[in-house]
């Protein structure tokens, strides 16, 4: 191989490296998108029983009737028991509802957590709107405290419109809590230290941590 030959292989290496680079840069860039790519895409067509964020409710109220059971489940590594205060209702299409779900910290120490959720079958998540809920924010429960969430919904009326929910009479409403890490977390953490420390070994009841979604009740069990 000549001098120039060299020079010109060493050149189209050179090339087909920064091409490679290229695409494993696009790759990674496609995979990093693609996570919220695909939870748009959950929320706005129901995709896999996801549910929709409702801003209010529907004034369209109409005759037909729909069983809703709730799930509650936690993760095994989350130290909380979690449960629906009601195991199904039964409401109209259009019709608005509130109802609760409790969760309690079985630890010594504040723990943090976040929900995630369906709805089955499945192909009813598009219609299954949620105006609140704690699902939204992370959750973080103190020691032996017991905290009591509300969920509001509605099924969309638009249901009765689609042919191919004729034979749906009942929605299951599933939460799963899995443990989070976060800032919240250990500002709370270090806050309930501190009022142990200040207390001389009992834990003050006042203390609230930063960011989580204030619930509808909270009972601490001593």
Known sequence: ??????????RRNGRLAISLFGIVLAMGGLSFAAVPLYDLFCRVTGFGGTTQVADGF????????????????????????????????????GEPMLVYYTARNL????????????????????????????????QIIMPGEEVTFPVYFFVDAA????????????ITLSYTFFPTQSEA?????????QSIEQSNGAPSAEVAPAGMVEPIAVAARQ
């Open 1 to 10: 191989m000549t001098v120039e030959q060299d020079r010109s292989q060493k």
């Open 159 to 170: 249901l009765d419109a689609d042919r191919a929910m004729d034979d749906v009479r009942a």
């Open 107 to 138: 630890s010594d120490e504040p723990v943090a957590g976040t929900a995630v959720y369906n709805v089955n079958p499945h192909r009813t998540g598009i219609y299954f709107n949620k105006v609140q809920c704690f699902c939204f924010d992370e």
């Open 58 to 93: 529907s004034t369209d109220i109409l005759d037909r009737t729909m069983r809703v059971r709730f799930t509650a489940d936690a993760n095994r590594d989350l130290p909380w028991e979690f449960e629906a205060e009601r195991r199904e209702v039964e409401v109209r299409v």
């Open 185 to 193: 977390l250990d500002e709370a953490t270090e806050q309930y230290y």
